[in-house]
């Protein structure tokens, strides 16, 4: 770690430290992930890596070459006759509901009638192989009633069609303070959408069993939800199916609920032929037939007093949601629920509309809306700094939450101030904030091409799935006669390390090694009824989940150890592999074989659900997050103003992630997060045509970061603090925040922009490409971009 972003040795040693002094031999200590080294050498076993049962067949879908319209007839005759082809699928061999949607019957698993998106799953092919599949499914006719798509927020307007009813909350007469303070500002911001990008595409392999039974591999976030829904399209009982996922090679939210539809037309291939079905979609078919993250229009408007302080704030979210629900609910109100971000406003509104177009349905992704409605309230505040000549820092703190500001627009109380001034007071000295801004003032002013810009911004981001049912999770804990540990429960792993954390968590509890600990791969056969891993909520829901599992069983053995050696149960203490029983000790192993001699039970089913949770959309009110996670990151950027290329020079990150499980695994979380955000708010762009085809489909045309966007000089430091809700272990959640922290590569671009012409805003939206810093650049010069 960089020499300046150390932090205090006492207060650093202080954040590791164990709860009241307890030493701790795995919690907090950095570990590798638990499939690292099998990462590293390629063994880690996903779907496609499964050895196939004999008689697997091969799923390719036949999709839709319009947007929108009627399909009048489908011939699928010369598919049939392709050798090699078992089965067609289409509506009519589903024997229960045609709906793969999460809860709103509104997502068909094939078309019926009414085509929604182009590209949209009309029939699938079951053959011997996949190329047979994929060479059939283009010799189908359809004949098509076609309509002109809606494909951007103002065609969507325009029609006045949404996938769900709009939405608001707020707080006094925003209108009136707007309309009442010294100075206003008003404008439009876009942000754009996002593909997941995974490295493992979207998978599925169904096996079928006895009597009914369907086993489905699935690279899924969410197995319960596969399970119910491939119950629902066979028209059979949940219980019939099973979900496994050991891993996915990334999911990031696009494994949430769209990994759903490719497990049941699997499932539905094997029920239909009776044997094993396998479908694995290609980057180019993934890109078109899966959500991304949803882009907003976002119209705002903002009262200030001469100091830059926010009055009266008013934002409008206008999501381009695509053509069914999906998620959009959630995504919308988080969007709404970060329109603040770490900011008091005295009077607000947050609108949003949820808008139907003729693209692919847009769905979860890494932060889950969050990053929409924070960027937009950081470009606010970008645009006060520039309307009121201060520096953008100050303009931020003289608006940070504030003991006698502290309600949210949706009226929570945001209880730790303290952590958000302290953090970033930390940072702003840490990564010499000011020193730097006198710096590229001076570099500015010398150079009339090439330009630096700077920008420090916060993150307060909500914990908890704000659908409250679903903060809740199941775990199952063995513990076997020769001392070694079983560990199940509902959260996936898809690289983010949540296995290695649980597995610490427990390890810990009965105070063994690691290596007792057996990780075994999510399955509804164990751990049922299961929330998605999302909302950054995996360690938090299914870590507790597998303490209080683990602690019951430990709780039996000590009651037995007491009253076999006459000891009081607090004299007994597991560590070191060994029971420490008064003046003596055994192995744990021993321990475990006395307890089975004596018929006590080592299994148990520990269920987590948290506390604290009050939310009621339809009133706004209550609580809808248990904490929130802070940090903030200062970003440094050059452009080239005749070109717009630009490289991120240096970044520094102060983030909370409260007493972390495991510091190696959450810095690295940190440091994907935000290079995945930088893509997302500089060079990942997509581009639909008019016809509603996605025109950036693949690598050759849609631009993820690599290894070279990352700055050599990049520091990342943990903020030194114990989470004030009873979290396991006092840690924070880390899987989502730090997406945010990229808000300050967007912000230092403007900034950079900005040096051509201090006296005009900078009208650059999201994402900040090449061009588009082009096309502002040229505009502060006078001469717009045609």
């Not at 009253?563 to 560590?575: A, L, N």
Request: net charge negative; with cysteine; hydrophobic share 40%.
């Amino acid at each position: 770690m960089n020499e300046r972003m150390k932090l205090d040795e006492a207060a650093s040693a202080s954040a590791w430290a164990g709860e009241q002094g307890e030493a701790l031999r795995h919690v907090r200590q950095p570990l590798p992930h638990d499939s690292g080294a099998k990462h590293v050498q390629g063994s880690a076993q996903y779907i496609d890596d499964i050895r196939e049962p004999e008689g697997t067949l091969h799923v390719a879908i036949g999709q839709s070459p319009k947007a929108r319209g009627r399909l009048l007839s489908l011939d699928v005759s010369a598919v049939r006759a392709v050798p090699g082809v078992v089965a067609v699928l289409t509506a009519a061999d589903i024997p229960g509901k045609n709906d793969v949607s999460p809860a709103f019957g509104d997502d068909p698993l094939f078309v019926e009638n009414e085509i929604g998106f182009l590209g949209q799953a009309v029939f699938a092919v079951v053959a011997t192989t996949r190329d047979v599949a994929r060479r059939a499914v283009k010799l189908a006719v359809m004949e098509i009633e076609a309509e002109t798509p809606s494909i951007t927020v103002e065609d969507a307007l325009a029609r006045g069609e949404t996938v769900l009813p709009d939405y608001a909350f707020g707080r006094g007469d925003a209108k009136a303070a707007i309309a009442a303070a010294p100075h206003r500002i008003e404008g439009q911001f876009r942000v754009g959408g996002q593909e997941h990008f995974y490295l493992e595409g979207q998978v599925a392999l169904a096996v079928p069993g006895e009597d009914g039974d369907i086993h489905v591999y699935s690279s899924t976030q969410h197995p319960s939800e596969v399970q119910h829904v491939v119950a629902r399209v066979l028209d059979i009982p949940d219980a019939y199916v099973v979900c496994e996922t050991r891993r996915m090679g990334g999911g990031f939210g696009g494994k949430e609920s769209q990994a759903t539809q490719w497990a049941v037309t699997a499932a539905l291939a094997s029920r239909v032929t009776g044997r094993p079905c396998k479908l694995r979609l290609d980057r180019d078919d993934d890109f078109i037939l899966t959500g991304k993250r949803h882009d907003f229009r976002c119209d705002w408007s903002v009262g200030i007093d001469g100091e830059g302080r926010i009055q009266g704030y008013s934002v409008e979210l206008l999501a381009r949601c695509g053509y069914s629900a999906d998620l959009s609910g959630g995504v919308v109100d988080r969007a709404m629920f970060h329109a603040d971000n770490a900011y008091w406003m005295p009077a607000v509104h947050v609108g949003s509309k949820r808008l139907k177009t003729n693209t692919v349905s847009n769905t979860a992704f890494r932060g889950f809306g969050g990053p929409q409605g924070m960027l937009a309230i950081e470009h606010v505040m970008d645009q006060i700094a520039w309307a009121t000549g201060r520096d953008p820092l100050d303009v931020r703190y003289a608006n940070f939450y504030r003991p006698d500001g502290n309600l949210t627009p949706f009226g929570m109380e945001v209880e730790e101030i303290e952590t958000l001034h302290g953090l970033v007071q930390t940072l702003e000295r840490t990564s010499d904030y000011r020193a730097r801004r006198a710096e590229i003032a001076e570099f500015n002013a010398s150079s009339p091409i090439m330009k630096r810009g700077l920008a420090l911004t916060p993150v307060k981001f909500g914990i908890s799935f704000t659908l409250t049912h679903l903060n809740q999770a199941g775990a199952l804990v063995h513990v076997y006669q020769d001392g070694s540990v079983h560990l199940n429960h509902g959260g996936t792993e898809m690289g983010q390390g949540l296995y290695i954390k649980v597995a610490q968590v427990v390890a810990e509890e009965f105070g063994i090694a690691m290596e007792r600990v057996r990780i075994t791969a999510t399955t509804t056969a164990k751990v049922p009824n299961t929330s998605p891993t999302a909302a950054s909520s995996g360690s938090d829901l299914n870590g507790m989940a597998a303490r209080i599992a683990a602690g019951a069983i430990k709780r039996r053995m000590i009651a037995h150890a007491a009253q076999s050696y006459d000891v009081p149960e607090e004299q007994i203490q597991f560590r070191d592999d060994r029971v420490f029983i008064g003046n003596e000790s055994i192995s744990f192993t021993e321990l475990a074989r006395k307890c089975i001699q004596s018929r006590v039970a080592l299994s148990e089913a520990g269920h987590y659900a948290t506390p604290k949770i009050t939310w009621d959309r339809a009133s706004a009110t209550g609580r809808p997050f248990f904490y929130f996670a802070y940090g903030a990151a200062c970003s440094e950027v050059i452009v080239d103003t005749l070109t717009g290329e630009n490289r991120l020079l240096r970044a520094d990150i102060l983030h909370d992630v409260g007493k972390s499980l495991n510091p190696a695994i959450d810095i690295g979380q940190i440091e994907g997060g935000f290079v995945q955000g930088m893509g997302w708010l500089t060079t990942e762009e997509l581009v639909f045509n008019s016809e509603g085809r996605l025109l950036t489909h693949a690598p050759s045309t849609y631009k993820i970061p690599v290894a070279s966007d990352v700055p050599a000089d990049f520091n990342v430091a943990l903020y030194p603090n114990a989470n004030r809700e009873e979290t396991v272990y006092r840690s924070k959640a880390v899987g989502e925040p730090p997406i945010m922290l990229a808000n300050s590569v967007f912000c230092a671009l403007a900034d950079a922009v900005h040096s051509l012409d201090p006296s005009k805003p900078v009208p650059l939206h999201a994402p900040a490409t090449p061009e588009a810093l082009l096309r502002a650049c040229e505009a502060l010069r006078g001469r717009p971009m045609g």
